[in-house]
């Protein structure tokens, strides 16, 4: 079984699977990535827990290309049923190096025709490559983007409260990503067939990161992760369990920066976590 190789091997058979995703999808080059972001990778490695420093994974560079190595025809990918939580880890540095791969592929994605057309880019995620807690939103909006990063707006400047100013950790010390890659126009909510489209990416990216604990903001990332048609309001004041990770579900930020109201129940939800994690709370 894969589980049973080494993480080298295992890393090796995932970068040969995208890279072949990434030729029929038409692109011939990937970035590589400067010295200076090469350098937070290795502040990265260090930090195993999240109540110790570490840092952003890189973003791809887009300065130097290098052509794709010749093709090496993949082994078919098999159905894990095994949890995410009982496979091995890849270390930190594989982490950065598949992610990349997988960002690289999100960016050349046009599943959904129209989203493709209107959006800027693409927003994949950002944060620490070893994270212990993963929160996870809908989509990205306007400010994420023309930026590129999920969590930058009105909404994300909350988000960053809750965590720093909560949680009492930086907000590079987690990993923040969106269950859809592009933009709705007019920022509504994410169709079925294009959170369909995006499950893939949502999905490869948690098997990467193998995080603890999971914060889904919203209606949105709960229901399309835990495969769910419960309200929020349901969901919220209990662990879920998705493939052995445990999963909060919480208000999204720009629910709460509408219902004020609400924000006292979402630090409640944040308490839990924070008591489940071993923190101490104010």
Known sequence: MDDQLPPAIRLRK???????????????????????????????????????AAATAPPV???IHEPLPPTIEPPAPQPGEQDIAERPSLPPLDRVAALRVLQTEVAACTCCANLAKTRTQ???????PHPRIVFMGEAPGYDEDKQGEPFVGAAGQLLTKIIESGMGIR??????????????PNNRNPEPDEVANCRGFFEQQL??????????????AAQNLLETKQSVGKLRGQFHDYRGIKVLVTYHPAYLLRNPDDKRKTWDD??????DMGMDVK
Request: with cysteine.
């Open 61 to 63: 560079a887009p300065a």
């Open 171 to 184: 907000r590079d010390e987690v990993y923040i990503l969106n269950t859809l890659k592009c933009r709705p």
């Open 14 to 52: 995932v970068l040969q699977q995208r890279l072949e995703s990434l030729r029929r999808a038409g692109v011939t080059h990937l970035p590589r990535q400067s010295a200076s972001a090469g350098k937070a990778v290795e502040v990265a490695t260090a930090s195993p827990s999240i109540t110790t």
């Open 270 to 275: 944040i308490k839990m976590l924070m008591r």
């Open 122 to 128: 693409t927003v994949f995620g950002v944060g620490n």
């Open 207 to 220: 098997d990467i990161l193998r995080p603890e604990y999971l914060v889904c903001l919203g209606a949105v």
